[in-house]
């Protein structure tokens, strides 16, 4: 992944104060971690506090929803992975959580019709629906895919935004979007303008194009490094046998946020920055994005520069002091760093780094 598209990601984001997308690995233990850092965030804006129980299971169901009904075929099974999708984007006084995974096309009218139900029902009649299923099992032909339609409907006061888009002959995407807003008096309609759920599908699509597992933008503190580690460390397990390898990639993604974290430049008192993991053929790409302060970018790049050749010209060894994640970076990298600084204004330019291992 080249430098110019980790800025345009960053740019996509740069008003919000979380983004997380995911294409990776469904696992429980992964979506534990999703829920660990978007309470980590929830707890920094107050008016999202008071909904916080709410937003966190409304998340949890959409990410089980995944993992229980993403129709998988032992054929097509990696395809298939690489398509299911889950977002979170804390814009403005919003939350948007989008979901998307394949589902078989005999399934496709039914469960437009289940929708178009529950879109149909007041507050009072989705209660006595949810009643209903809960005792007959009317909407459910998979066993509890209805009843969490309606509990998706109840749990976030609104209509059911969704799309489906055809895959192939057999198979369709399915996606759906659900909001909860900080101040009930911002309208329906206004939020749909913020972040339309065919935005949050461009997205997606924007990352099956480029290969990627994982993107987060955000406020790269030491309190939210531990959750990004864990889910990236269980794709890494999935993707990769060699258990030197696995160790090796762990380290730069914590090298690389980790410089983040101590050498980024604060903005609103937020050191701001962007991760993205990607694949490219069998091998990982791992990328990062922040401010840095223009009068260290010429210092940054002589060394960055240096450090590259040294390595063809197998010189480089191991330094001390805060160079040295730098040294293991280059050490490990497969490829030559590929590195650019975006000029943003007179104090501080974008520094985009793309590490192959």
Known sequence: MNSESIFWFFKKFEKDSLSLLYSGLFTEEVLRKVMDLSEIKINSLEELRKKKKRMLFLMAEGFQNIIKHGEKTEKTKKNIEDKNFFSTINRGDVIFICTGNLVENTNVDNLKKQILEVNSLDEAELKDLYKYVMQHGRLSSKGGAGLGIITMARKSDQKLNYIFEKYNDKLSLYYSQIILKAKEEISEQSVNEILPLSESIDLHKKMIENNILIIQKGDFSQDSLNPVLHIIKNNLHEEITESEQINDAYKIVLKMLENIDKHGFEVNEKKEGIFILAKKNNQFVICTGNFIENK????????????????????????????????DITQVSKEPLEFSFEKIDNQKSFFSLSVTL
Do not use: P, V
């Not at 450090?307 to 330094?319: A, F, H, P, Y």
């Open 296 to 327: 260290n970018i010429e210092a940054l790049n002589n060394r960055l520069i240096l450090l590259d050749e040294l390595k063809n010209k197998n010189e480089l060894t191991g330094n001390k002091g805060n160079e040295i994640g730098f040294i």
